[in-house]
């Protein structure tokens, strides 16, 4: 696998590819990489000629700077992994060159898609969120990007940003890779205790059951499933919900009646151990 540093070698190595006519495959990362990262990097692999991935922890998006501080860091492992699945190239950048001095960095409209759940938790997230991907689209330039459904709010919002920049950039969503019980792999999941981390794959087994109800009830109501859902929280001594949301998937809006929507999508952060849990499951897509 080829390793960049700096913008300039992994561009002029990008310059070599594109007049070669290769299809670059993007998937951004921040690191401590697990077979969900890889699923994007295996997604992108069979649907381009060459993948790029990044490594960088990017400080703009973390709110909490204790979070920033604590977010695991295993470069070498990384690494390792990339090379398993034949990732082509891995950009790893320091802070200096993805924001230099003299950056010129344009506004989005992101239409309020970040003012809900992970937005209204942690200001300025997805500011951050948006000013990395937008620098690391512009250095990349790729011809598809591979973001997890995962991260649901952070995939509409990123594609809100392309809509507004007319960009020809394909955005792949790519579906949530799981524990074999149930809990949605994520970076984070290191540091939940022993106790925590058997009590965790409650969260998409709630999710589960609201999926259940919505499409076995004749007349299935948004507010009769976050109740149902409260009290399985509840049933199972899970009291510490940071938001627990069934929205619209195209405008993030809350949904009061499932006929005013074809996208409906459950988006919950539960926290255990301190740690957020982040998942979601799409209740219907028409
Ligand atoms: P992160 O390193 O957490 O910023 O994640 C990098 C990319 O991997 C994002 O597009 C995430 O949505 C995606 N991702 C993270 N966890 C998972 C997962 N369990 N399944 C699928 N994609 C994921």
Do not use: W
């Amino acid at each position: 696998m080829e390793i960049y540093n700096t913008v300039q070698t992994l561009q002029q190595r990008l310059y070599q590819l594109s007049r070669a006519g290769e299809k670059i495959g993007f998937v951004p990362t921040m690191g401590a990489l697990h077979e969900g990262h890889l699923t994007l990097i295996l997604d992108a692999m069979e649907e381009n000629d060459t993948v790029v991935c990044s490594i960088f922890v990017n400080p703009t998006q973390f709110n909490d700077p204790n979070d920033l501080i604590k977010y695991p860091r295993p470069i070498e492992k990384d690494i390792q992994m990339l090379q398993s699945v034949g990732c082509q190239i891995l950009f790893l950048p320091e802070v200096e060159e993805i924001y230099p001095k003299d950056l010129v960095e344009p506004e989005f409209d992101l239409n309020g898609l970040d003012l809900p759940m992970e937005g209204a938790k942690r200001p300025g997230h997805f500011k951050g969120v948006v000013r990395v991907v937008y620098r690391l689209l512009d250095i990349v330039k790729p011809d598809s990007l591979y973001l997890g459904q995962k991260d649901f709010q952070q995939y509409s919002i990123i594609a809100q940003m392309l809509r507004q920049m007319n960009s020809r950039i394909r955005l792949v969503r790519v579906p949530i890779v799981r524990e074999i019980d149930g809990l949605a792999m994520s970076s984070r999941n290191v540091r939940l205790s022993e106790n925590g981390r058997e009590l965790a794959p409650i969260l998409y087994k709630v999710l589960q059951e609201l999926e259940y109800y919505v499409n076995s009830q004749p007349f299935p109501i948004p507010k009769n499933a976050l109740a149902l859902a409260q009290e399985l929280f509840h049933k199972h001594g899970i009291e510490n919900i940071d938001y627990f949301e069934i929205v619209d998937g195209n405008t993030l809006k809350e949904l009061h009646s499932f006929e005013d929507s074809n996208f409906a999508v459950v988006c919950a952060v539960i926290i255990i151990d301190g740690v957020r849990l982040l998942d979601n499951v799409i209740l219907f897509e028409k």
